[in-house]
C-alpha cells in the first residue's frame, strides 16, 4: 500500500480534481459540511459556486456543461438540498447533459428512520438520472465517483448523482489517485452493412432531407453532417436541441422544424422521400402528426443510443453508433448525388416561409397598431436588437415559452455549444443558472431571454450572478402573461384565459437593483439600443425590462399532432 | 399482434436493482405478469425472469431500455420452443371428508404432492407451466381454496444457449 490514509470527503475533493472538476455549484448544509470543509482546502483548484437556491447550482452546471462539452458538477446537502436538485436533474437527463451530482446525507446508522433531513435521494432521483449510486463504504468511494464520471460522459451523455452518508465522508481509508480522468467507455460503432444499405437508400432518393438532433452536438459531428449534406444534395432542419449545431445562415439549412420551427423546414421534411435522421429522437414536439411517417417517405435513423431506435418511430432503416463515425464513414460511401428539381422545391419554399412571416408580421402590426396604446417591442424588434449588439461568440441562454420558440427560430447562431435550452423538459426558471453556469465555464458574454414568467421563477440567482461578476444581459420579454399557455386558450381554448394573466406589481427593474445588478426599461427601440450599449459595458449582470405586447403569437404553429397542412402562420 | 414474452435479465446484486428494474416498466408503460429474481451460479450476479404481454414493437422497446440500464449485464428474450418454463405453486385446500377423495384424485393426475396435511387443510405443492398451475387452480376452486401462493415464471433455455455470468466452462 503507497496510498495517503485520508478522509471520505478528502476523497471526494482529491478524485474531483483527479477527474478534472474545475468548478463546483453547489450550496451547503449539515450533511456536507465535512466535504465543503475538505474542498475548502482544495479552493485553489476547485472554484466552489454558491448559488441561490440548490435548483439554480443544478441549472449552473449544466449551463457549465452544455457550454462546454465537460461533466458539470453540482452538490447539495441531504434532505431538502437533495430533492431542490431534481428538476436539475432531470432536465439534464431529458436533454443528454453530462452531470455529476454530490448529495450528502445522514450517516448509515440512522438511514431508514426519517431522521432529519433524511430523504432517499437514490429512490426519488432514479427515473430522473443516468444512474446514481449510494456509497455505505468509504473504501468504494474513489470508485465510486470514477464511475459516476465514466457513466456521465459515456455514449449518450447523461446526469449520475452519487449520495454520501456523512460517516462515510469522515470515515478514512487508503487514497490511491488515478493519473488520469475516468476515459470514457468505448461506443459500438456503426456496422459497415447497415452504412452500404443506408447508402443504397440515399442513392435511390430524390428527395433527401437531413433531420438532426442534439446528438450532433453532443457528438462533435457537425462537420460530418454537412459534409453528408453537400455530397448527396440535401437540405438540412433540426430539433430545438440541434440548434447550434450548424450556423443558421447556412445556405443548405432551413432552421428548426416541428410545433414552432420554420415552414420551410417541416415543409421539407414532409415532401422529401428520404428523412435522414441524426442525433434525434423523433420527439413530439419536432415532428407532429406521426401517422405521415408510415405514408410518405422513408427513414434512415442513426443514433448512438440504441433504445431510441423504433421507440418514437418506426425506421426502415435503424444504425446504432457514434455519429461522427457513422456519418463520416456512410459519406465516404456514398456517390455524389445532385437533385436540382429539389433544391428549385426548396428554394420555393423559403420563399413561401418569407412571404408567410411578412403576412404574420404585417398581420401583427396591424393588430398591436390598432390596440396598443402605450409604446412597445416586438420580438423581431427585440431579438435583432440584441444579436447586432453582442459578439458573435456570445452564449445564448433561453428560459421556457415564447420567448424561447422566438429565439430559436431567429436568434444568429454561428458556432456549437451556444445555444443552452431546455428542450426535452422545458423547464421555466432553468435560464439564470444556466447564464451563470455558461458564463463561468466560458467568460464570454451571455445573454438570458426570458419571459416574466420564467424569470420570476428562479431570479434568486441574480444574487449568484451579482456575486460572481457573470457577465449576463438578460432580456425579459415581459408581456404581463404566462404567453405559451395563454397562445394555447387563444387558438384551442376560446380565449379563455384561466390562470395565465399575471397581472402583478413586480419593478423588475428595482428587484434586479435590490440584488446588486444593474437595469433598465425598454419599451422602444431607441431605449432598447441604449440599454444593451450599456449592458455591454458592464462587468456583472444587466437586466432589460423589455415592454412587449401580450398578443404576440408564436407562429408557424403546426398543432399538436397536425400535419403541414394544419399549420398556422398567421392570425387574422 | 400481442403475446407473451419470457425474458431473463442478468443483473449485479446490489440493492436497489430490483427496483430500476421494476421501475422502468413502470415508468414507460410497460405491464408485467410476473416477475422473478435469484441469485446465479456465479456471486455478485442475480437474474431476474420478467413474463409480460405485448407486441414485437412493446418487446424490442422492454429489450433496449433494460439493456442501458447499468447494473443489468445481459437481457436474452427467451425463445418459446427451445426454453423450459416452470412455475411453483403452494396452495391451501379445506381438507373435508367428502372431499379428501376427489383432492386426491386431481393431485395425483396433475403429479402434485401433498406436502402438509392437517385435520382441516391441506398443502399442495405443484411446478410446472403456467397453464398447468391455472388449470390445478381452476379444479381446486370448488373445494375450497383457502390461502394460495405461486412464484412467477422462472425459465432457462434448453442446450447451449445461456446467460452468461462469467466465463463458462467449456463442454466437456
Not at chain 1, 478534472?20 to 465543503?36: A, E, K, N, R, S
Not at chain 1, 414552432?260 to 423523433?282: K, N, P, Q
Amino acid at each position: 500500500m503507497n496510498g495517503m490514509l485520508i478522509s471520505g470527503a478528502g476523497i471526494v475533493a482529491e478524485t474531483l480534481i483527479e477527474q478534472g472538476c474545475d468548478t463546483l455549484f453547489g450550496y451547503p448544509g449539515g450533511q456536507v459540511i465535512d466535504l465543503f470543509d475538505a474542498l475548502y482546502e482544495k479552493r485553489e483548484k476547485i472554484r466552489f459556486v454558491l448559488t441561490a437556491h440548490e435548483q439554480g447550482a443544478a441549472h449552473a452546471a449544466d449551463g457549465y456543461a452544455r457550454a462546454t462539452g465537460k461533466v458539470g458538477t453540482v452538490i447539495a446537502t441531504s434532505g431538502p438540498g437533495a430533492t431542490n436538485l431534481i428538476t436539475g436533474l432531470a432536465t439534464a437527463c431529458l436533454d443528454s447533459v453530462p452531470l455529476v451530482a454530490i448529495t450528502g446525507n445522514v450517516p448509515c446508522s440512522l438511514i431508514g428512520r426519517d431522521s432529519f433531513q433524511e430523504v432517499d435521494i437514490v429512490g426519488v432521483s432514479m427515473p430522473v438520472t443516468k444512474h446514481n449510486f449510494i456509497v455505505k463504504d468509504v473504501n468504494e468511494l474513489a470508485d465510486t465517483l470514477r464511475e459516476a464520471f465514466r457513466i456521465a460522459k459515456s455514449g449518450r451523455p447523461g446526469p449520475v448523482l452519487v449520495d454520501i452518508p456523512k460517516d462515510v465522508q469522515t470515515a478514512c481509508c487508503e487514497f490511491e489517485p488515478e493519473s488520469a480522468p475516468a476515459a470514457p467507455e468505448p461506443v459500438r460503432q456503426a456496422s459497415d452493412h447497415r452504412l452500404q444499405k443506408a447508402a443504397e437508400m440515399i442513392a435511390a432518393a430524390e428527395r433527401p432531407y437531413i433531420y438532426f438532433g442534439g446528438g450532433v452536438i453532443s457528438g462533435n459531428a457537425s462537420a460530418e453532417v454537412l459534409a453528408l449534406a453537400e455530397k448527396i444534395d440535401a437540405p438540412l432542419g433540426c430539433s430545438l436541441m440541434g440548434l447550434s449545431a450548424v450556423p443558421s445562415d447556412h445556405p443548405r439549412f432551413l432552421g428548426m422544424q416541428g410545433m414552432h420551427g420554420h415552414y420551410a423546414a417541416s415543409a421539407a421534411e414532409d415532401e422529401a422521400d428520404l428523412v435522414i435522421a441524426l442525433g434525434a429522437r423523433f420527439s413530439d414536439r419536432a415532428t407532429g402528426k406521426k401517422e405521415r411517417f408510415s405514408r410518405h417517405f422513408s427513414i434512415i435513423h442513426i443514433d448512438i443510443d440504441g433504445a431510441e431506435l423504433n421507440k418514437n418511430i418506426h425506421a426502415k432503416l435503424t444504425i446504432r453508433g457514434e455519429l461522427r463515425d457513422a456519418v463520416s464513414r456512410l459519406t465516404a460511401i456514398t456517390k455524389q448525388k445532385r437533385h436540382p428539381a429539389w433544391r428549385k422545391r426548396i428554394e420555393a419554399l423559403r420563399e413561401e416561409e418569407t412571404r408567410r412571416t411578412q403576412e404574420s408580421h404585417d398581420v401583427l402590426m396591424q393588430k398591436l397598431g390598432s390596440t396598443a396604446d402605450t409604446p412597445r417591442l416586438t420580438h423581431f424588434e427585440i431579438i435583432d436588437a440584441v444579436s447586432a449588439a453582442v459578439p458573435q461568440d456570445a452564449v445564448i441562454v433561453t428560459d421556457v415559452g415564447q420567448h424561447q420558440m422566438w429565439t430559436a427560430q431567429r436568434y444568429p447562431l454561428h458556432t456549437p455549444r451556444t445555444f443552452l435550452t431546455s428542450g426535452g423538459l422545458g423547464t421555466m426558471g432553468y435560464g439564470l443558472g444556466a447564464a451563470v453556469g455558461a458564463f463561468i465555464a466560458t467568460g464570454r458574454r451571455t445573454v438570458l431571454f426570458t419571459g416574466d414568467g420564467s424569470f420570476g421563477m428562479n431570479l434568486t440567482e441574480l444574487a449568484a450572478a451579482v456575486s460572481e461578476h457573470a457577465n449576463i444581459t438578460v432580456i425579459i420579454m415581459n408581456n404581463g402573461v404566462l404567453g405559451m399557455v395563454r397562445q394555447w386558450q387563444t387558438l384551442f381554448f376560446d380565449r379563455r384565459y384561466a390562470g395565465t394573466t399575471l397581472n402583478r406589481q413586480t419593478d423588475f427593474v428595482k428587484v434586479a437593483e435590490g440584488f446588486g445588478a444593474k437595469a433598465a426599461r425598454a419599451a422602444s427601440p431607441a431605449e432598447l439600443a441604449a440599454a444593451l450599449a450599456e449592458a455591454g459595458k458592464q462587468d456583472g449582470p444587466f437586466v432589460i425590462d423589455c415592454v412587449t405586447d401580450c398578443n404576440e403569437l408564436v407562429l408557424p404553429m403546426l398543432p399538436p399532432g397536425g400535419s403541414i397542412d394544419e399549420i398556422i402562420t398567421a392570425i387574422k | 399482434m400481442s403475446k407473451q414474452y419470457v425474458i431473463g435479465v442478468l443483473v449485479a446484486n446490489i440493492s436497489g436493482v430490483l427496483s430500476r428494474v421494476s421501475g422502468m416498466f413502470t415508468r414507460r408503460g410497460f405491464n408485467i405478469d410476473s416477475l422473478t429474481v435469484g441469485e446465479t451460479e456465479t456471486a455478485g450476479y442475480s437474474r431476474i425472469t420478467v413474463a409480460f404481454h405485448g407486441d414485437e414493437d412493446i418487446k424490442e422497446r422492454i429489450v433496449t431500455q433494460l439493456e442501458k440500464l447499468h447494473d443489468v449485464k445481459e437481457v436474452e428474450v427467451m425463445d418459446q420452443h427451445e426454453t423450459v418454463v416452470r412455475e411453483l405453486l403452494l396452495l391451501k385446500v379445506r381438507n373435508t371428508a367428502e372431499n379428501r377423495q376427489d383432492i386426491m384424485t386431481v393431485v395425483e393426475i396433475f403429479r402434485s404432492k401433498i406436502v402438509d396435511y392437517s385435520a382441516t387443510a391441506l398443502i399442495c405443492e405443484l411446478t410446472g407451466e403456467t397453464s398447468k398451475i391455472d388449470a390445478f387452480i381452476d379444479l381446486m376452486k370448488s373445494f375450497g381454496i383457502m390461502e394460495m401462493c405461486r412464484t412467477g415464471i422462472v425459465a432457462v433455455e434448453r442446450g447451449e444457449n445461456c446467460l452468461k455470468t462469467a466465463v463458462q466452462p467449456d463442454p466437456v
